[in-house]
């Protein structure tokens, strides 16, 4: 009867991995944003920050409202939540990264003239929502965790050895 093997076990690696650490970083970046939209003097006229309607600008060139600084909020806390691991990183920026990329389209596609439009419309804050979502997707494809070794590539023969169909 074969025995079980009983050499050493391979430890996790120290620290974080890269891909986390970038989700660490959106995830407070995210939050900052979100915080700050709530500070007078950075968002401002603060009067005029409604909770769905965008009167004030956050460092008087975003568009904000109380509902888009709670969302950056609560989606940098999910960033920082997902961090703790590669998986949950990988999960936070690339989904993350395409849930804003649809936001950038939906706000560039949208009719400015609707008065029940929620969402901010502008130049500016086109700009910060397709940075955030190709930085993000730039990054997710970037720090993605890797298996040890080569990656094959597409017409490498098989590790067997078996020959490969043409």
């Not at 990183?89 to 990264?97: D, I």
């Amino acid at each position: 009867m074969p025995q079980p093997y009983a050499g050493p076990v391979p430890q996790a690696e120290p620290g974080r991995r890269p891909i986390q650490r970038a989700a660490m970083v959106f995830g407070v970046v995210l939050v900052v944003l979100g915080v700050l939209g709530f500070v007078p003097g950075v968002t401002s006229p603060f009067e005029a920050l409604g909770f769905t309607e965008h009167g004030a600008r956050l460092f008087g060139l975003f568009w904000t409202s109380g509902l888009d600084n709670l969302v950056a909020i609560v989606f940098g806390v999910v960033g920082l939540v997902t961090a703790r691991s590669a998986f949950g990183s990988a999960v936070f920026l690339g989904p993350g990264g395409l849930f804003y990329f649809l936001f950038w389209l939906y706000s560039v596609l949208a009719d400015p003239t609707r008065s029940n439009d929620s969402f901010a419309l502008g130049a500016a804050d086109w700009i910060l929502h397709i940075a955030l979502a190709l930085g993000m997707i730039v990054t997710a494809v970037l720090t993605r965790p890797r298996r040890a070794g080569v990656t094959p590539a597409l017409n490498d023969p098989p590790l067997d050895g078996t020959p490969t169909p043409n």
